[in-house]
């Protein structure tokens, strides 16, 4: 990933927690795979032929002969694969088209002086069109109202812990837990609060899939917000690396998988509950505003902005990033899911659709009723486009959709950029 253009330390350490999971982000090479699309906006029609141009550089200079790997067609269901493609210039046009909208990757390897480079790209065919395979239950309201009601009978009872290290000039900095859905249970996180007395408005950050420390935004903070950064394990989160890890490994191996054949234990249900209950916990500050409140996060924390906007009608906007947990019933019909892909070459279990029916980020998206910026990656392999953008089609609210071209999970210094100016404007806080 390249350095940050704001070389402020405690927004560069936020960056990077924030999105520790995209690890992957772009590094330097001496070898590069150029695919890409021939329109300037990689948008097609239906039966629109799409030509993708590949071409293979060494520092910068085409290599003649060589060989590639590639597989072509709708997102993790290729329908043209080949091997031992000799490219004689250094090039080549692959030329295909879809049928119905959605997204068309194209996965590209090769092997030089005996290490394996690998890129991809996807073409949006009419994504605009795209429709969700979801189907939504009856009791859908109901199921998640109830369960809101229910946890909201054991007290927040928050514990707020300063921490001075962690404090600005102009920003206090707090380990803070609160109970979530039953007592006992707590939810974890790092609250800022700006030092100069007055009311402040506020913004959660929901965290992306793993486990890890959290440090805090206290870069937005001192601009004049308050922020709350939360896990969802139920843990403290400023404990050392090697705490999470043990965990991961763990007691929490796959958390993503536990009980996900029942509605009423799955681990998201307590995940879920307790994003409404950091608002809850947030609108008890007497710091806040009591008008603006915005969520927002990337991958997982982007599924969880959509749940928390959804479910709570305090929080006045959102932001999701390369959300995850759409459409999981895709892959039944042979369609790419989202993250955790639930289904894919996978038989479900006795009541594992069912459940994912009160899980997925598109019954939720029909819920939003507040303006959001949704940042979406046109080639992100965890959270495929078909998905994210059958989401994002069943917003009504008012909208921006800001496209990432050849990012994959990760993003741009830019797309920060422009991700964190739009949530200052929300907040005023410019």
């Known amino acids: 990933m390249r350095k940050l253009r704001n070389n402020k330390n405690i927004f560069f350490m936020f960056l990077l927690l924030l999105c520790a999971q995209f690890s992957q982000a772009q590094r330097e090479h001496p070898v590069t795979i150029i695919i890409a699309p021939d329109h300037p906006d990689w948008i097609y029609k239906v039966n629109e032929t799409v030509t993708f141009n590949i071409q293979i550089y060494k520092y910068g200079n085409l290599v003649k002969d060589a060989v590639i790997n590639y597989d072509l067609g709708p997102e993790m269901y290729p329908t043209e694969q080949k091997k031992d493609v000799r490219l004689k210039d250094g090039t080549l046009k692959l030329k295909a088209k879809m049928d119905r909208p959605g997204f068309l990757r194209c996965n590209v390897s090769t092997t030089i002086d005996g290490i394996k480079y690998s890129d991809s790209a996807e073409a949006g065919i009419e994504p605009e069109k795209i429709q969700p395979t979801t189907v939504e239950p009856e009791d859908f309201d109901e199921f998640w109202n109830n369960a809101i009601s229910e946890a909201r009978k054991t007290p927040l009872s928050p514990s707020v812990t300063l921490l001075p290290e962690r404090c600005t000039d102009k920003v206090n900095v707090y380990h803070v837990s609160f109970q979530n859905i039953r007592p006992g249970s707590r939810t974890f996180g790092i609250l800022c609060v700006p030092k100069k007395p007055g009311k402040y408005p506020a913004l959660l950050r929901v965290p992306g899939a793993g486990i890890r420390p959290y440090a805090g935004d206290a870069w937005t903070a001192g601009y004049g917000a308050i922020t709350l950064e939360i896990g969802i394990h139920g843990v403290p989160v400023n404990m050392p690396t090697s ?72 929080v006045t906007f959102l932001a999701p990033v390369l959300p995850a947990m759409c459409d999981h019933t895709a892959s039944l019909e042979n369609r790419a899911d989202g993250w955790p892909h639930f289904f894919h070459k996978k038989k479900p279990q006795p009541g594992e659709v069912e459940t994912s029916r009160y899980y997925d980020v598109v019954n939720f998206a029909r819920r939003i009723t507040v303006k959001g910026w949704y940042g979406l990656s046109y080639n992100d392999a965890t959270c495929p486009p078909t998905t994210t953008f059958g989401a994002y089609n069943c917003v009504k609210a008012p909208k921006e959709l800001y496209r990432m071209f050849d990012t994959g999970h990760w993003w741009y210094d830019e797309n920060y950029t422009e991700w964190s100016r739009w949530l200052r404007k929300q907040l005023g806080v410019e």
């Open 243 to 314: 705490y999470y890890d043990n965990l991961y490994q763990g007691g929490l191996y796959q958390y993503w998988l536990m009980n996900r054949n029942n509605r009423d234990e799955f681990y998201f249900k307590r995940v879920f509950i307790g994003c409404v209950r950091a608002v809850d916990f947030i609108c008890s500050l007497p710091e806040f505003d009591g008008k603006t409140l915005g969520v927002t996060g990337s991958s997982q924390g982007g599924a969880l902005s959509f749940v928390t906007a959804a479910l709570d009608k305090r």
